[in-house]
C-alpha cells in the first residue's frame, strides 16, 4: 500500500462527498417535476414523448398499478431485445457480419440487460453487431437505471406522503430520470472518456501490420497442434492484427452512470479502449457513485429529514471503507504462490498482485474500482476478480451479498438499504417494546412480512442454486479453476446473478444450464423483489403521520447508524458466512498453507 | 392493463429509437473533436498502420522491450477477443506459468529480482504499459541486441516514462509499442546484423 494510493481512494470519497448534494437537490427538484434549468431544452421533448406514448402525466398510480406498468415495460422492452439478438444478422450496423445469437444465450443476455444486471455470457466483439450494442444492450443500460430510480422515487413518497393511495406515475418518473438526469451526464461524461482515449466510431475493425511478426503454433482442422515427423510443432507466422472497433464511448458513460456495467468488449473496463488512462478510470468510478449517492440526499430531503439522509450515508461510508481497506490490503500483499518474483511496493512499481490487473491502474484503482462497482450494483470491472486473492477477491463478493446497498445500484440500493432500514426501526422497537415507528410513520406487521420476503428471496436463491449447480454435472463442467476457487466461481454467478450486479468471477464459462439458471435468477433477483417493496411504499403512503414521543428511536442519530450496519452486517453474515468458509476463506489458508490446485 | 400495455410497446419503440440510435450517432459526431482518439489511435509508420498505440502487440525477439503476457484470444494479443487468465490464485496452471517464464527472464538477467507485472497475464490481455521496473529489467538484454549502452536505452525509457496521470492518478507506465517504434527509428531492426 502507498500513501498515494491512499490519498486517490479518499479523493475519490471526497468528490463522491461533494456530488452527493447537488445531485440530490437537483433530483428532488426533477421527481417533484419542478422547474430546473434544463426545461427550456428537455420539458418541450417530454411532452412529444407523452403524446406520442399517450402518457398522461397528471394521472397518479396506486402502487399495484405501478408495478404493473413496471412489469409491462421490463417484459416489452426484453422481448425487442431478445428479437434484435436474434436477427441481427439481417439488419443493418453489423459490418462483422455477426450471425444470430443462440436462443438460450439470447434470452440469458436479455434477461441480464433488462434487470440491470449486465451479466455477459458472451465476448461482446465477438458477437454482438453495432446496432445491437447501441440499440439494444445499451438501450437498456438506459431503460433499466430510468426503472431503477423511478422506483427507488416512489419508495421515498411512500415514505413521505401521507394518507394517499398513489405513489406516483411510472412513466413520468421514468421519462423524467431519463431525459433530465441520465442522457444530459451521459452526453457530457461520453465526450469526455472520448477525449481520453474511449473510441466512438462506426467503422469495421482495423487489421494492423504487426512490427515484428508472431509465430504460433499450427493447429490442424481436428483442433490439435500439428507436429511434424520428429514431433515437434509446426509453428505458423502471423504478420497482422485486427483490432475491434466501435461506438463505445456512448455506451461506456451509461454503462457506468446506470451502474449496469455491461462492456462493450470481453475484458470491459480492463480494456484500453473501454478505459485508457487513470483520468478515464476515476471519470468511470465518479458516474457509478453519483447517482445512488445523490439519491440518499433526495431521501433527505424529500423526507423533510435530511439529517435521517446522512445517518444513512454515514452507514454506506462505513460499509465502503471496510470494503476497500480489506481489498487494498489483500492485493498490495501478492500471492506468496509466485517465487522470484519481486512483488513488493518500490519508486519503480505499486507491486502485489497483478494476475488480471492493468499497469496503469496498479493495486490501489484496481481495489478501489472493484469495491466501488459492488457496492453498487454496477458489475463492470477493470480488473478480473476471478484472479484477485481469496480475501480481495471476497470484497467484490460480500459486498453484492450484503445486498449492493452502498450507495447502491442507481435505483436498486436505495430501496435495498430502505429495506434495512425498516427492518433495523423494527430491531430496535422491539428492544423497547414499543410499535416501531419510521419517520412518523408506524410499521406494522404487513410492512415488516414484505420487508423479510425481501430479504429471503435473496439468499434463497443464490444458495439454493449454487448448491445444485455444485451437484450437478453440467454445473461443474464449464469451470475455470478448481479446489475451494471454483466454488467460489459458482457461488460469485448466482450471488452476481441475482444481486443484479452483473460482475463475475469470469472463467466460470456458459453452457445451457448456466444460461438458464442464470437468467432465471436474474429475472426473480430483480422482479420478485421490487414487488413486495412497491408494496411496503403502497402501504406506507397511506399512513398516518403519528407525532415523534420520548419513546420513538430516532433515525438520525450516529445510534442508528450503528444499529443499520449491525443490522445489514449480522443478516448477510449469518446467511452466507457457511458459504463464505469453504469458498474464499478455506483458499486462503490453503494459499497460505502453499496448496494449489 | 390494455392501456399501460400499449404505452409499454410505444415507449419501447420512441425510446430505443432516441437512446439506442440518435444518442450514440450524436456522440459518433460530437466525438470528432477527437478523431485521433475516437478511432483508437492508430500508428503509421512509412504509409503502413502499424498498431493502436493502446493496444499491446507481441514482441518477443530480444531487440524489442517484451509486454506482459497475454490471455487475449488462443494464442495471446488477439484485439479482437480481449480477456484475463481468469486463473485464481491457487490455480496450478497459473504457477507453472509463473514458474517458466521467471527460469527463461532469470537466465536472461541473472540475480535480479522479476517485477510481478512482467509475469503476470493482464486483465484484458491488450495491457499496452509495463511498469518503469519491468522496462529497467529488460534494458541490459536490449542494449546487448543493439549493440547500444545500457545508458542509451535506459534515456529512451525515460523520455517514454508516463508518470501518474496529473501527477496524481494511477501508476507510472511506458507504452511498450512506443518504445520499440523509437527504438527501431533510431536504429532498424534490419541493421543490427541480427546480433544475439
Not at chain 2, 61 to 83: E, I, K, L
Request: one cysteine or more; proline letters at 6%.
Amino acid at each position: 500500500m502507498t500513501l498515494n494510493g491512499w490519498l486517490q481512494i479518499l479523493f475519490y470519497f471526497v468528490v463522491i462527498v461533494l456530488v452527493a448534494k447537488p445531485m440530490g437537490v437537483f433530483m428532488t427538484k426533477v421527481f417533484s417535476r419542478e422547474r430546473t434549468w434544463l426545461d427550456p431544452v428537455v420539458r418541450p421533448v417530454e411532452r412529444v414523448l407523452y403524446k406520442l406514448t399517450r402518457v398522461d402525466e397528471e394521472r397518479e398510480m396506486r402502487w399495484t398499478e405501478y408495478s404493473i406498468a413496471m412489469l409491462l415495460f421490463s417484459g416489452v422492452s426484453m422481448l425487442v431485445l431478445y428479437l434484435l439478438e436474434r436477427t441481427q444478422q439481417w439488419l443493418p450496423l453489423n459490418p462483422q457480419k455477426f450471425a444470430a445469437i443462440p436462443q438460450d444465450l439470447a434470452f440469458n443476455t436479455a434477461a441480464s440487460f433488462t434487470t440491470n444486471t449486465n451479466w455477459q455470457f458472451y465476448t461482446g466483439e465477438q458477437v454482438m453487431s453495432y446496432l445491437t450494442q447501441m440499440a439494444g444492450l445499451a438501450f437498456h443500460n438506459f431503460a433499466s437505471a430510468a426503472v431503477g430510480m423511478a422506483l427507488a422515487v416512489a419508495f421515498i413518497r411512500g415514505i413521505a406522503r401521507r394518507e394517499k393511495d398513489t405513489i406516483g406515475n411510472f412513466w413520468v418518473d421514468m421519462t423524467r430520470a431519463t431525459l433530465w438526469v441520465l442522457v444530459p451526464i451521459s452526453l457530457v461524461a461520453a465526450l469526455a472518456l472520448v477525449s481520453q482515449g474511449v473510441i466512438q466510431n462506426f467503422k469495421p475493425y482495423d487489421t494492423v501490420k504487426l512490427v515484428e511478426p508472431q509465430q504460433i503454433q499450427k493447429v490442424g482442422q481436428d483442433g490439435k497442434p500439428v507436429v511434424d515427423a520428429s514431433g515437434k510443432p509446426v509453428m505458423d507466422t502471423v504478420t497482422e492484427q485486427t483490432v475491434a472497433q466501435g461506438p463505445i464511448a456512448s455506451q461506456e458513460a451509461i454503462k457506468e452512470l446506470g451502474t449496469n456495467g455491461g462492456g462493450f468488449m470481453n475484458a470491459n473496463s480492463a480494456h484500453p479502449f473501454e478505459n485508457p488512462t487513470p483520468f478515464s478510470n476515476f471519470i468511470e468510478m465518479v458516474l457509478i457513485f453519483c447517482i445512488p449517492a445523490g439519491l440518499t440526499y433526495t431521501l433527505g430531503r424529500m423526507t423533510g429529514s435530511q439529517k435521517h439522509g446522512w445517518a444513512v450515508f454515514a452507514a454506506m461510508a462505513v460499509l465502503f471503507f471496510a470494503g476497500v481497506t480489506t481489498a487494498y490490503w489483500a492485493e498490495s500483499r501478492g500471492n506468496p504462490l509466485l517465487a522470484g518474483v519481486e512483488q513488493h511496493v518500490s519508486p519503480l512499481q505499486p507491486g502485489g498482485n497483478m494476475e488480471g490487473k492493468e499497469v496503469r491502474f496498479g493495486i490501489a484503482n484496481s481495489a478501489l474500482f472493484a469495491t466501488v462497482t459492488t457496492d453498487a450494483s454496477c458489475g463492470a470491472v477493470n480488473g478480473m476478480h476471478d484472479s484477485y486473492t481469496p480475501l480481495g477477491g471476497m470484497v467484490p463478493l460480500v459486498n453484492i451479498m450484503l445486498g449492493e446497498i452502498v450507495f447502491g445500484g442507481v435505483g436498486a440500493g436505495m430501496y435495498g438499504i430502505l429495506i434495512f432500514v425498516v427492518l433495523s426501526v423494527f430491531i430496535a422497537g422491539l428492544m423497547v417494546g414499543r410499535t416501531p415507528e419510521y419517520l412518523g410513520k408506524k410499521i406494522e406487521s404487513y410492512d415488516v412480512k414484505m420487508a423479510m420476503l425481501y430479504v429471503l428471496i435473496f439468499p434463497l436463491m443464490i444458495l439454493v442454486l449454487a448448491a445444485a449447480s455444485a451437484l450437478l454435472p453440467q454445473g461443474l463442467a464449464t469451470l475455470n479453476n478448481n479446489g475451494p476457487h471454483g466454488l467460489s466461481e459458482i457461488l460469485y454467478a448466482f450471488t452476481s446473478g441475482t444481486g443484479n450486479n452483473g460482475s463475475a468471477f469470469a472463467g466460470l464459462g456458459p453452457n445451457r444450464w448456466y444460461n438458464l439458471a442464470m437468467g432465471f435468477t436474474m429475472l426473480v433477483g430483480r422482479f420478485l423483489m421490487i414487488v413486495p417493496m412497491l408494496a411496503v411504499a403502497g402501504s406506507l403512503a397511506k399512513k398516518k403521520i403519528v407525532p415523534p414521543s420520548p419513546g420513538t428511536f430516532p433515525v438520525t442519530t450516529p445510534l442508528f447508524t450503528v444499529l443499520l450496519v449491525s443490522v445489514i452486517i449480522i443478516v448477510g453474515a449469518l446467511t452466507f458466512f457457511p458459504a463464505l468458509s469453504l469458498g474464499p476463506i478455506l483458499e486462503h489458508l490453503l494459499m497460505h498453507a502453499g496448496k494449489t490446485f | 392493463m390494455k392501456k399501460n400495455l400499449i404505452t409499454s410497446i410505444l415507449y419501447t419503440v420512441v425510446t430505443t429509437i432516441l437512446l439506442g440510435l440518435i444518442y450514440p450517432v450524436l456522440v459518433v459526431g460530437l466525438a470528432r473533436i477527437w478523431p485521433n482518439q475516437a478511432n483508437g489511435q492508430l500508428i503509421t509508420r512509412n504509409g503502413v498502420v502499424v498498431g493502436s498505440r493502446i493496444i499491446a502487440q507481441p514482441f518477443v525477439g530480444p531487440q524489442y522491450f517484451h509486454p506482459r503476457p497475454s490471455a487475449a484470444g488462443t494464442n495471446g494479443y488477439d484485439a479482437t477477443n480481449s480477456g484475463g487468465t481468469n486463473w485464481g490464485p491457487t490455480n496450478q496452471k497459473l504457477i507453472d506459468r509463473v514458474k517458466g517464464d521467471v527460469a527463461t527472464l532469470q537466465a536472461e538477467n541473472p540475480g535480479k529480482p522479476i517485477p510481478v507485472d512482467l509475469i503476470t497475464a493482464s486483465g484484458s490481455g491488450l495491457d499496452p504499459d509495463i511498469t518503469p521496473a519491468a522496462a529497467e529489467f529488460q534494458v541490459p538484454r536490449i542494449a546487448k541486441a543493439r549493440a547500444m549502452t545500457e545508458d542509451a536505452v535506459r534515456k529512451v525509457v525515460q523520455e517514454h516514462t508516463q508518470g501518474r496521470q496529473f501527477g496524481f492518478f494511477g501508476e507510472a507506465r511506458v507504452n511498450v509499442l512506443e518504445l520499440n517504434l523509437v527504438l527501431d527509428s533510431q536504429l532498424p531492426t534490419k541493421n543490427i546484423g541480427q546480433a544475439k
